[in-house]
């Protein structure tokens, strides 16, 4: 919406390069943008179209101000996010100055941004306005979409610290009062029995599933990456056939064959259930790994006397190791949030982490659901950082530069 | 390392063998070794992951139930032709007689009522009935043998009738448990044939289920039956002089003038659908062992006595769900093309450092738990939910119009794209990484403008990515189960989500198996694709 405007105002009069012109250009923008929170404002107050015109003086307001008489940038900055949350404060107590610090933090950018010509910085020096606007647009559809892939997860972390048992935000969360906030339901987390067991299942489950997936995943992994392997391609599409077969048909064969043999509802049995599941992901990592695997240096270890064995622990295994690492992490956090195939193969005493949340999503739907998912969110975080880490350490052992 | 060059031979190697064998050895013995390091695993993942799926295949035709509890029937049914006489003769509700006293002692007649009352409705009920007057049935056997003479309902007199002295012996001794296995007195098989399967079953059925002794438990009033059949019959018990020939002579003389049991009356007089066609026909229908059934259920049709022919429109509901699925999973596949591309194309083209901070955008997601990311749409799209609360607290809907975005398809496709939306990224980044930026530069100083180069420059280049992606979302998105559970409501759910039903719920596992087979068939077919496209190896994680 906003962006549509700069179009009307925009498109004849940015022809040179250098800052755009004040009146016929910074003032209207930077004021559309203010009008834009002023109308949200203005909404909650239940005077939209008051907080729209109250916001468009204040924008075009900065947007002459800063640019006019604020050459540093730091204290305009500065000085509108303290002004903008004071009048949030004045509206809506602590939780408006939030906001309000929020929205200043926004329009001071904006209007440093357009005073200053940087919205042109992505494009050419000879790009046309059209062009311009159409760099913009689509780096403000970007962030839209990395907002959409973000915000669901962000979202839940401040909702896990409700003092009520609702899912959504309330009035004293929104002012920022302490009584909207508890740690009730991760309270709940660690002292239910039922989520405790749950966890411990899963800290049971999968480390076992871990170590069974990447034993046999390693060695074959090596095996597959022999110069000259018989029926590579169907060895290969059978190992990786886990990854693609639908979880729910696999979840299905498996409750009627492990029922058969009387594996079904036993530990053993989910956790043969989730190596399988797993042993794909390491397949790929370590394998992946071990493409890059200079092959001279096993000579040159055989050349000087090293058996194979040696070689392999001494060459072959400290090169290796971050992929079968990352491929363990694979494996672990696949167990770790597998809920399908659980759900039929395993029994009562088998109930994971997720499959308490399924249950608790679906049936007494309860907030200390939150409280686990946040938990849950911080370790991945962790792991996707380990992973990184090992990517870029295994590519440095290998002599590439770290991308 | 050969001194070839000494001999004029073949080359040899070191060790004086032709140089070709020797290095054939080693190639074997390379490969031999790579197989060795294969093994394991490919062993652990056949019994593990593949079995099970045959299994299932395997289940999705299997039928061996009518078989197995209905062994005599079947093969009376054999000689049944439908089409001259819509109701079977006698013989047939001889066989069925037999066959169900047995089933019903077992406890396994309601599992087979079960079984065919999905292919018609009402069986079940019919199966459940008749297991307990089966015996009433045979009772009036039992009856008249026990006025003729009492030994006749002497548990140990058949005992020793029917069984080896020897075992006899050690049977009587026995006082607790089920004793030694029954043997049977020899030549009893020729003498009295039906008695003898009977009192086989009996024995058997007695001594590993009950795990008591066939010598002090009470004789199955199918027994009697049977021995009058036996009596009235052909019984060769003219020569017998051992033990109970006098009392089975003389019950030959008076079962002349027993009353006798007309089985196909006694069957209508339990339940008159023993009569109706429909139901007999349904048996023989589904007598074979493998049937294409559960195939013809899975996609709308029925096999019924007269043929293969359509579902009634209000059971026909699985080619709805299958289409449902497919048109859902290419919603959201297109949806992941529209939002993947310009992240891709950006991420692509941006300076590496800051394109890696972004690339934990796209990563964090896809490290997040499943469950973690549908629960937060489940907070997110509900009516009092975080986006209807924004939305009515800015002013855009009012408070009576807050938006159902949940427990429909909208829910299951918005959380769906989110959740596969990575997935789409990543192939389509490694491909755009790939793609030179001077031919779009090149493009542009031949004076395309910017939509022609890349209309026509940087789009085919990227159309791998795509193709990879999509395959890649779409084999994901058909098979997902735990979201559309969670957000898809009644409208918004997967053929998965029928899968589960039918095994946790319906336990019509054939069905399931069926569903899954077809639906196995589907993602094997796009894996393969797949395969051919991008190359299984060359799958990146992360």
Redesign the interface.
Known sequence: MTDATVNDTGDELILDKGEPPMWGFTVPVVAVFGGFFGF?AG??NDA?LMGFILGLIYGGALGFILNSFVPNRTAGRWVVIGLTAVLGFVLGKWGGAAAGAIVGAVMSWVAYWIGRGHYRDGVPIYATAG?TLWHNT??F??GF??F???A??L??IP?SFNAEN????TPEMLSLSPEGYSLKHYQDFFTNSDWQSAMWNSLKIAPMATI?AVG??T??A???S?????FRRA????????M???????????????S?VNLQGTYLGVV??H??LG?P?VI??V??TLVGFDRSLTRASANLGADPVTTFLRIQMPLILPGVI?GGL?AF?TS??E??VVL?VGSAQQKTL?WQ??IG??EQISPT??AV?TI??VI??A??TT??LL?RRSERMRGLAP? | MSDATETSGPMLAADGRPLKASLNRALRRQKLRALMLIAPLLIFILVAFIAPIADMLFRSVENGIVEETLPRTVEAMDEWDADAEPVPGEEVYFALFRDMFVASEKKIHTRLGSRLNYETTGISSIFRQSGREVEDIAEIYEDQFDDLNENWTEEIFWAELMGDPDWFAEASATEDGPGPDFVLKEGMEDRLPLTTEAYLAFAEFTQTEDEDNPASENVWPLVHAMLYHDLTGDAAIDGYTGFGSEELQAAKEAVAEFEAVNYKQAFLDIDEDWGSADVMQTIKVYSPTYTPGYFLTAVDLQLNPEGVEAQPDDQAIYLKLFWRTVWMSLTITVATILLGYPVAFLLANLPMRVSSLLMILVLLPFWTSLLVRTSAWKVLLQQQGVINDVLVWSGLINEAGRLVMINNQLGTIIAMTHILLPFMILPLYSVMATIPPSFVRAAKSLGATNVTAFRRVYFPQSVPGIGAGSILVFILAIGYYITPALVGGTTGIFISNRIAYHISSSLNWGLAAALGTILLAAVLILYWAYDRIVGIDNVKLG
């Not at chain 1, 609702?166 to 935000?169: E, I, P, V």
């Not at chain 1, 693609?244 to 492990?258: C, D, E, K, Q, R």
């Open positions: 949200l909404n909650t939209g062009q689509y780096l559809i970007c979409i990395f959409f892939l973000i669901p997860i979202t839940i909702l609702f899912f959504t935000f069974l046999f995943g060695l074959a090596i095996g597959l022999q110069p000259h392997v018989p060895i290969m599409a059978i190992l990786i056939s886990p693609i077969v639908p979880l729910i048909i696999s979840a299905a064969g498996m409750y009627f064959f492990y058969r043969l259930a190596a399988a042993i992901f790929i990592t394998t992946a990352s694979f956090i770790f949030d809920v399908v039929f997720p949340m399924f999503l679906r659901i939150l998912a849950l969110v991945s975080i792991l996707l992973v990184e990517r991308s």
